[in-house]
């Protein structure tokens, strides 16, 4: 997802406290980072945010890291941040193919919302869900591995099925229609809310993995 170019873009990333530019050196020291022994948790393709703040805020005693490979987009989300005060929450620009240089067995939880479908046959390695990305995550999970995906692209969710199946994950929850479901203390993406104004159903999936 890209955006124009926002006014003072490079001023606003310069200055802000959320974002983390030199994520490298904390590879294996996040909770060091954070000060404390709190489970992190990693939105991979967070767009302007909306998503992992409000969790941020509901959620204090769990640490939140987004990544997003756009400045356009995760400017955004600095934005939103300017007059909040959130110890838990930290923000990467980078692309999700370099996640095995931030982290080492110290994520606890994944969010893949409204990911890239890549509705290309020959592309199916770039998607979030495939082979090659839940391999990297084997890498970068602390423990039991917990991923919760959000999607409109039925392509992506039979495929997102399909794939974590194979590779071990079991479906803890599951809904064709998120938000006609019992599915409790859901928070909305940007993208989510368009495509409820619109009627577009959502399908919601959690599925883990013990080792």
């Given at each position: 997802?890209?955006?124009?170019?926002?006014?003072?873009?490079?001023?606003?990333?310069?200055?802000?406290?959320?974002?983390?530019?030199?994520?490298?050196?904390?590879?294996?020291?996040?909770?060091?980072?954070?000060?404390?022994?709190?489970?992190?948790?990693?939105?991979?393709?967070?767009?302007?945010?909306?998503?992992?703040?409000?969790?941020?805020?509901?959620?204090?005693?769990?640490?939140?890291?987004?990544?997003?490979?756009?400045?356009?987009?995760?400017?955004?989300?600095?934005?939103?941040?300017?007059?909040?005060?959130?110890?838990?929450?930290?923000?990467?620009?980078?692309?999700?193919?370099?996640?095995?240089?931030?982290?080492?067995?110290?994520?606890?939880?994944?969010?893949?919302?409204?990911?890239?479908?890549?509705?290309?046959?020959?592309?199916?390695?770039?998607?979030?869900?495939?082979?090659?990305?839940?391999?990297?995550?084997?890498?970068?999970?602390?423990?039991?591995?917990?991923?919760?995906?959000?999607?409109?692209?039925?392509?992506?969710?039979?495929?997102?099925?399909?794939?974590?199946?194979?590779?071990?994950?079991?479906?803890?929850?599951?809904?064709?229609?998120?938000?006609?479901?019992?599915?409790?203390?859901?928070?909305?993406?940007?993208?989510?809310?368009?495509?409820?104004?619109?009627?577009?159903?959502?399908?919601?999936?959690?599925?883990k993995k013990n080792d």
């Open positions: 997802m890209r955006l124009r170019n926002v006014k003072n873009k490079d001023q606003i990333i310069n200055n802000s406290n959320y974002l983390v530019n030199n994520p490298k050196e904390y590879k294996g020291k996040w909770q060091v980072f954070f000060a404390n022994d709190n489970p992190i948790y990693l939105e991979i393709g967070m767009g302007k945010g909306d998503f992992i703040i409000e969790n941020a805020k509901r959620y204090p005693n769990v640490n939140f890291i987004g990544i997003e490979k756009y400045d356009s987009v995760i400017v955004r989300a600095l934005q939103k941040l300017e007059n909040e005060n959130l110890n838990n929450l930290k923000l990467i620009r980078i692309d999700a193919k370099m996640l095995g240089n931030l982290f080492f067995q110290e994520i606890d939880r994944i969010y893949l919302n409204f990911s890239d479908p890549w509705p290309k046959k020959r592309h199916s390695e770039r998607r979030l869900t495939s082979y090659t990305f839940l391999n990297k995550y084997d890498d970068i999970f602390k423990k039991d591995k917990v991923i919760c995906i959000k999607t409109d692209n039925t392509s992506l969710f039979e495929f997102s099925l399909e794939s974590l199946t194979q590779y071990g994950y079991f479906i803890d929850k599951v809904s064709l229609d998120l938000h006609n479901s019992d599915v409790k203390d859901n928070i909305m993406t940007e993208y989510e809310k368009k495509f409820v104004e619109n009627n577009i159903k959502i399908y919601f999936l959690v599925c």
